[in-house]
């Protein structure tokens, strides 16, 4: 090398690297994202799936004018009261046949067996005409809120997808939850596995800081 020329500038270094360990500290990050908001991707693993569907997106709950309710009394009554609680959620008719009856058990049941989450949650049923009660099924299940609602107005917000002439039907065979900041956001099939249920429920409030 002549010592009489200048010397040759360093070469710059690539940030290649860089970037590479950049988007590697990322990758586990925007996954976890995507996994949580966008569910339809597949990207939850299956110890995290639940048994209910995700409503989505969610519902919050209608002004009390377009989901006008009256407890046994004729006094009405405003679901934002139970703001606060995740709310078991059931709607059959007021002669609660056998459908019904199964209905109010599991989320009866899975509300019990909460232990010290118990708390947390509370039930509803509305009771989607003006037929009596049976005396058996307010004594089996004392403690359920029950409230009357206008089915039409009860299927805009439960079941908004079902057809006008089967909204009153369709609201006889799921159950919902409401999370504590009052929107709708899991729905159960009709013939509900009684375990899967509570198991799901169990999951969402050990998973949940809220309510």
């Known amino acids: 090398m002549d010592p009489s020329l200048p010397p040759k500038p360093p070469k710059p270094r690539s940030i290649a690297p860089l970037i590479a360990i950049v988007l590697i500290c990322l990758a586990p990050v925007v996954l976890a994202f995507l996994a949580y908001y966008v569910p339809a991707l597949g990207l939850r693993p299956d110890g ?22 009256t407890t046994a009394d004729g006094q009405p009554f405003d679901l934002h009261s139970l703001h606060g609680k995740w709310i078991l959620v059931s709607a059959d008719q007021g002669a609660c046949p056998e459908s019904c009856v199964k209905k109010l058990f599991i989320l009866r049941n899975s509300h019990a067996s909460q232990g010290k989450e118990v ?17 058996q099924v307010l004594a089996a299940y004392k403690g359920t809120i029950i409230v009357h609602a206008d089915p039409k107005q009860l299927a805009a917000y439960l079941t908004p997808g079902a057809a006008a002439a089967d909204a009153e039907s369709a609201l006889e065979k799921p159950m919902w939850i409401i999370d504590p900041l009052g929107n709708l956001m899991m729905q159960y099939p009709e013939q509900a596995d009684p375990l ?16």
Do not use: C, H, M
């Open 196 to 211: 899967k249920v509570r198991d799901d429920i169990k999951k969402l409030l050990a998973r949940s800081s809220i309510g």
């Open 119 to 135: 708390e947390r949650l509370t039930r509803v049923w509305f009771v989607t005409d003006n037929a009596p009660i049976p005396a």
């Open 48 to 69: 995290q799936s639940n048994y209910g569907t995700l409503i989505e997106p969610q519902r919050p709950i209608p002004a009390a004018s377009a989901l006008a309710l």
